[in-house]
């Protein structure tokens, strides 16, 4: 009988796109993220992260089964997110790994791990939040302060102030309402591409001037009525399609 339910148990998992290390790495799991199991092979899972639904495969060596009511407790428990570069646990074997800023340290009970170092789960802090990624470097499908894409930076960030959004930038943009530009609060999300109609980057707003997006790293750039403009090279890297509040 095929386990139903798991728990990101390592600091950082990544899912692929198809059952093999050569593939591409579309997302990843936090640590204390939990999931359902939707297909099982000899060495690959097909799973689906409870938070966004977003799925993709997993190696079976980085797979951690967990029962259903831990699963439901989880899912039904106010989160705690890490907050802390250096923050850690410590399992019942007394070995420490180290937590990613936005892991998912409520699960420790399920994991029989104790957290060291600064937590978080308030709402409103969006721009202080997101301050703490600046350098970050940019990586396709990541999820952490070690590696994050744009729509990546926006979903953690979001999701540790306690608002849920999709994982990619084209289904976030289908969430929240539509803004002008003078309607523009600290937290805004601003959406960018090639045309009007694609959405291929996502931004948060510091204000109507600034944007902190992931660009090679995470920085903070100018934000115009045409789009991102470079603040070296004062050149617009991304067009502008629309703003959107949550």
């Keep these: 009988m095929m386990e139903k339910y798991g728990i990101c148990a390592l600091s950082v998992v990544p899912v692929r796109e198809k059952p093999s290390s050569k593939k591409e790495m579309v997302t990843q799991l936090l640590y204390g993220e939990i999931y359902s199991i939707i297909e099982q092979k000899k060495k690959w899972t097909k799973i689906s992260n409870n938070f966004d639904n977003y799925s993709g495969w997993i190696n079976n060596s980085q797979l951690t089964f967990i029962k259903q009511k831990d699963f439901y407790n989880i899912a039904n428990r106010k989160p705690l997110y890490c907050l802390d570069f250096n923050g850690y ?18 699960s420790c009970q399920e994991l029989n791990s104790t957290f060291f170092g600064k937590s978080f789960n308030q709402k409103n802090k969006i721009i202080n939040t997101s301050k703490k990624f600046i350098n970050s470097p940019y990586l396709w499908g ?29 289904q976030q943009a289908k969430y929240g309402i539509k803004i002008d530009r003078d309607e523009i609060q600290a937290g805004n999300l601003a959406f960018f591409g090639d045309s009007k109609k694609k959405v291929t980057h996502v931004g948060i707003l510091i204000n109507d001037k600034k944007i902190i997006h992931a660009f090679g790293k995470i920085r903070i750039d100018n934000f115009t009525s045409m789009g991102i403009e470079n603040i070296d090279s004062k050149k617009i890297t991304h067009n502008l399609i629309e703003i959107r509040k949550y």
């Design 89 to 106: 646990i410590i399992d019942e074997k007394k070995q420490k790994t180290l937590i990613p800023i936005g892991g998912v340290i409520s």
């Design 142 to 170: 990541g999820r952490n302060q070690y590696g994050i894409d744009c729509s990546g930076f926006s979903q953690i960030v979001y999701m540790i102030n306690g608002i849920t959004i999709p994982r990619d930038a084209s």
